[in-house]
C-alpha cells in the first residue's frame, strides 16, 4: 500500500503562485510516474499534469500549459506542482496520482487531495 500526502494548497489572489508537494510513503515511489488531477466546484475530475519516473517526459493539461511546471524528487520520494498565473478558474481540490501509465489512465493510489481557491 502506498500513501500519497499532498500539502501546499491554500487561498491565493488571481496572479500569485502556490507549489503543491506530494510525499509518497514508499521507496517504490521511484518506480511509478506521478501526477496532478483537480476537481472544481460541480465538475468531474480532471486531468492537470504528470511526470515520468525518471522525470524526463511531463504532460500538461492544455488549460495550464505555460503556468505549471511539474516536477520530482525521488531522494524525497516528492512530487510538485509549481502554479504560477494562477486563475480564478483554477479554484479545485487537487488530487497526487501515481500510476505506472504516464498518461495516468490507471491511476492506483490517490492522495486525500488539497484545496487550492484563487479569488478575483
Known amino acids: 500500500q502506498v500513501q500519497l500526502v499532498e500539502s501546499g494548497g491554500g487561498l491565493v489572489q488571481a496572479g500569485g503562485s502556490l507549489r503543491l508537494s506530494c510525499a509518497a510513503s514508499?521507496?517504490?515511489?521511484?518506480?511509478?510516474?506521478m501526477g496532478w488531477f483537480r476537481r472544481a466546484p460541480g465538475k468531474e475530475r480532471e486531468f492537470v499534469s504528470s511526470?515520468?519516473?525518471?522525470?524526463?517526459?511531463?504532460n500538461y493539461a492544455d488549460s495550464v500549459k505555460g503556468r505549471f511546471t511539474i516536477s520530482r524528487d525521488n531522494a524525497k520520494n516528492t512530487v510538485y506542482l509549481q502554479m504560477n498565473s494562477l486563475k480564478p478558474e483554477d479554484t479545485a481540490v487537487y488530487y497526487c496520482?501515481?500510476?505506472?501509465?504516464?498518461?495516468?489512465?490507471?491511476?492506483?493510489?490517490w492522495g486525500q487531495g488539497t484545496q487550492v481557491t484563487v479569488s478575483s
Open positions: 496520482a501515481l500510476d505506472q501509465d504516464p498518461l495516468m489512465a490507471t491511476v492506483k493510489y
Open positions: 514508499r521507496r517504490t515511489f521511484t518506480r511509478y510516474a
Open positions: 511526470i515520468t519516473w525518471n522525470g524526463g517526459t511531463t
